[in-house]
């Protein structure tokens, strides 16, 4: 049975951390970056289908590439950001599975079925996506996700219009300026949505 983790880890990955909307002019390095992907990866996903996409948006071409595709008030955060991560997913995961999920043809499980990769993709995309942001606290950086940009347009830009890649949210990642931050919103207790059966 794993150890519990320390109250100021969980304060840093949960309790005390907030979604930024303005950063700190401090870089987030080329290693940094995989040190996330290193941790995310290791996270559970449906048959170990690994759907996520990951474009990493770093230049400030790709910078201005992106604020492009997002509405107004999001712009300036992708473009002062010093990644911004867009978790997009393969529709196509399936054709990995030999490999990524040995134990049995679960590529057969898939097959013919576009509709139901879909649905797991975006479901294990989202959840992979979850995961980026519990590592990326966990090493010390600010996350500040977001949807509000143009699908279509993020996925021509970066995904070269492939109708198999698609773009599910987005997440700028560095150190963040607490001046952007809002007072948290309520967070509900256990009963309000929660019961045991």
């Not at 909307?21 to 080329?30: E, I, Y």
């Not at 492009?68 to 997913?89: F, H, Q, S």
């Not at 979850?130 to 970066?158: E, H, Q, T, W």
Request: hydrophobic fraction near 40%; include cysteine; proline fraction near 6%.
């Amino acid at each position: 049975m794993a150890d519990t983790l320390s109250a100021d880890a969980l304060d840093i990955i949960f309790r005390e951390a907030r979604s930024y909307n303005g950063w700190l002019d401090k870089p987030v390095s080329d290693e940094q970056i995989h040190a996330i992907y290193e941790l995310l990866k290791m996270a559970p996903t449906s048959a170990n289908m690994q759907p996520a996409r990951i474009v990493w948006v770093k230049s400030d071409e790709a910078k201005q590439q992106l604020a492009d595709c997002a509405m107004e008030g999001n712009r300036d955060k992708i473009l002062t950001a010093p990644v911004t991560a867009i978790i997009g997913y393969d529709i196509d995961f399936h054709e990995e599975l030999p490999w990524l999920f040995p134990h049995t043809d679960a590529k057969s499980w898939f097959e013919g079925d576009e509709e139901g990769r879909k649905e797991g993709a975006f479901r294990n995309s989202s959840l992979q996506g979850a995961y980026l942001m519990i590592a990326a606290r966990a090493l010390g950086l600010d996350c500040g996700p977001m949807s509000g940009f143009d699908n279509a347009a993020v996925d021509k830009a970066f995904f070269g219009d492939d109708p198999k890649h698609r773009s599910n949210f987005i997440c700028a990642i560095g150190h963040g300026d607490p001046k952007s931050i809002f007072d948290r919103s309520p967070r509900p207790d256990f009963d309000t949505f929660n019961r045991i059966a």
